[in-house]
């Protein structure tokens, strides 16, 4: 029996759907549910490393860009929580990573149609819509939905290489888990870091400075020829922008595909705050002349991981010298990043009925449709905002860019601009038509 006919569901709520849910609060009368499977909101629980922030400003909350008068911005909050003004003496434009996780859990306890403990287990395409099982992860029971329109939120999982999944997590994990297991990291004697962005340079840095407390050996190998910096630059982030999300999604997916490699440094590479705290704190332990026990090395690909011994052998090599070598560790952490999650009910009901761009990649419209191969004008749409790099470029992953993507997804439900979509917005064009800036 169904138990509720709504004008759209979304699955997962973390913070793109969280945002969608809060800017459909305020300006629709849509009945919408948002379910995850999850008790509580909790976003990246094991990287809320002390002290580190956002790569991106406050103003990129969940609704300011749609409305900066939301009373889910940002700055709202603070004010709520009575610390706008120690934000206005703190004097930056980057949110703590800890409060940005708090600012967002204030948001989802305002939402009643955002539903934890919520399992989607099938969406069935039917004749008027979609058809949602939802499975109460609490009683076991199972209610049916049927929606209008649904939106795919259910974000990315970690990235583990081969051969490494079935190590002991407490010596061997990614770096997803890496506060859950800090602790007995650093009883290791020797702690290796694997990974080239921001989270390896984060989880280095705490170790980094944990290390004057305690005995451990310290290495961080890269594949990536250095430890590179994000590129922060003005005109640099324009990349970033809808306007250049609408050039890159007019390309070619071989364009688009080479086009991703260029804009590489937008999307993997590490704040300068970062770096230069790194560095401070490798030339304060290099002062006192003893010898500091760390290695950073790029240009190593670790390719295998053995546990010998209740060690772990790693077989590396310097690819740029083809220069193979093995290395011990006692603890390892995985800073090898995420692959999009995919629930398998997906390819089960709509693998052969959309459009593929390659094996892994759906072909998304601009407005973050699923293009379906039958009728592909269609009155109800399923939307996704996962697995989106292909086709909407390094913006996919930007919370700041998430907002622009949810006001296009209201207009469309909506079949009217209940929030207007900017364009011509930046300094830079990527074509020869000329426009006034």
Known sequence: ????????????????????????????????????????????PGMLIDLTDLQVPFIADLVTFANPQSKFSYLNYLHTHNRLYKFFFFQTFEMP??????????????????????????????????????????????????ADHVVLGTGSKPLILKGMEDLPVEDVHHTSKYLFHKESTMKGKSITVIGSGQSAAEVFYDLLKEKRHHEYELHWFTRSEGILQLEASKLGQELLAPDYVDYFHGLSFEDREKALGTLDRLRNGIDQETLDAIYKVLYHHSSSGDPLNITIQPLTEVKEIREIDGKYELSCEQWQEEDPFTHTADKVVLATGYKPNIPEWFFEEFEDKIVWEDEKKFKVSRDYQLQFMEKPERDHYFFTVTNLEHSHGSSATNLGLSVERNMRIINAICRKDVYKVQSNTIFSQFSREKKDV
Request: net charge negative.
């Open 1 to 44: 029996m169904v138990k509720q006919r709504l004008d759209c569901v979304g699955i997962g709520i973390g913070p793109y759907n969280l945002g969608l849910a809060a800017l459909m609060e305020e300006r629709t009368d849509l009945e919408v549910r948002f379910f995850d499977q999850t008790p509580e909101f909790m976003w990246h």
């Open 97 to 146: 990573r800890q409060e940005y996780n708090d600012y967002a859990r204030w948001v989802a306890g305002q939402l009643p149609t955002c539903q934890f403990n919520s399992e989607v287990t099938g969406v069935e395409e039917i004749e008027d819509g979609y058809r949602v099982n939802v499975r109460n992860r609490t009683t076991g029971a199972t209610e049916i939905y049927e």
